[in-house]
């Protein structure tokens, strides 16, 4: 790529972009090509760029661009890929070691359950859970009042932007990434404050209408996605919610379960997947006596065994999405339907698509 046609600054803002946008989505062949041009761009600010945004590729894009610029003629953008791949492999052993601590709290709450019972368990659990409510909410409600007017600040600096002069598309772009980053940590932290929302003490079950939940829930997954400027209509919803079933119910833990695991599958559907027709179908039924089960499926991509493994584990703030996830959703709808008495379950295979089951049983004292 010459010098003489985009400035520079201009380029490296390109890597930026089109790295943010596989690392969203699954690898467009198209992206990853564009990121190996750069790759061999005249200027060593832009192959430096390159180099900095490594770990956060998939191992589709990461391997050839690594290959691409080890042996690059400049000592700064050799370095900046040398980090990059200590950074890489920093990060996959924080995931082994997370790994490992999901399977060693697993296996000390059997221990528990074994010596002192089920419902011993449960209650130990719910102790648990109740203490990060505490210690957690206070601290979400500053960071968020923190973020509110800094994410103002920057919308009004990108409106000041608006002319183009020379230095102003950079600095424009710049503040375009900063927003983009604030929102995801809006997200992240709306998401966290969800999860820490389940006491159920301040609500009452209601016997509630499973179509107007439902609906309701999808409403909400779609606001939630098209704000992230996400086109839903590409996906063609099904829902099969019969209008006379009743369960009983926390209303609100029913529709935010529920939002999120529509959200998933809708997600996983609009992240640059190339499927013809995109379906996601929502269902009902009943469950025992009183309460009710979903099933959500999607005609995506499916989760691989090892993601899906990790997903089972609940974990929060574990996302198997590299950019926009925030790992909440799956672990609010599992904790929102133990508050029920119920729980979630996957079933997804590569290249099949994924079903998510959400069962709400009518009294916390049922079993799944």
Avoid at 226 to 249: C, F, N, W
């Amino acid at each position: 790529m010459a010098e003489g046609g985009m400035p520079v600054e201009a380029r490296k803002a390109t890597v930026e972009a089109l790295a943010e946008a596989v690392g969203r989505a699954l690898p467009d062949p198209a992206w990853v090509e564009a990121l190996y041009q750069l790759a061999a761009d005249d200027s060593p600010l832009v192959r430096r760029a390159v180099a900095g945004l490594l770990p956060d590729l998939p191992d589709t894009a990461f391997a050839p661009l690594a290959a691409k610029l080890a042996d690059d003629p400049n000592q700064y953008v050799r370095d900046t890929l040398s980090t990059a791949h200590e950074r890489r492999k920093e990060g996959h052993r924080k995931n082994r070691r997370r790994r490992k601590e999901v399977v060693d709290f697993r296996e000390r709450y059997r221990a528990f359950e074994a010596k002192f019972g089920a419902e011993a368990a449960r209650q130990a659990r719910s102790i648990g859970n109740r203490q990060f409510d505490l210690l957690v909410g206070g601290t979400l409600h500053d960071m968020v009042n923190i973020l509110a007017p800094m994410r103002g600040d920057l919308v009004m600096m990108r409106n000041h932007l608006e002319v183009e002069q020379p230095g102003q598309v950079a600095c424009r772009a710049k503040v375009e990434r900063f927003l983009h980053k604030v929102g995801y940590l809006q997200a992240f932290l709306d998401d966290m404050r969800a999860y820490a929302r389940v006491d159920v003490d301040t609500e009452k079950r209601k016997r509630s209408a499973v179509a107007d939940i439902a609906r309701e829930a999808l409403a909400l997954a779609r606001d939630s996605l098209k704000a992230t400027g996400m086109a839903t209509e590409t996906v063609a919803v099904e829902l099969d919610v019969p209008d006379t079933l009743r369960a009983s119910l926390y209303p609100r833990l029913a529709t935010v379960a529920l939002m999120h695991l529509i959200r998933n599958g809708m997600d996983s559907l609009t992240e640059g997947v190339a499927i013809k027709n995109k379906r996601l179908a929502i269902r009902a039924c009943p469950h025992g006596t009183g309460g009710v089960r979903f099933t959500v499926e999607d005609n995506g991509p499916g989760i691989e065994p090892q993601a899906l493994q990790e997903l089972r584990a609940f974990t929060p703030g574990k996302t198997t999405r590299r950019s926009r996830g925030t790992g909440f959703g799956l672990p609010t709808a599992n904790r929102y339907a133990e508050a029920h008495g119920g729980g979630l379950a996957i079933k997804s295979q590569p290249g099949k698509g994924a079903v998510f089951t959400l069962t709400l049983p009518a009294s916390e004292e049922t079993a799944v």
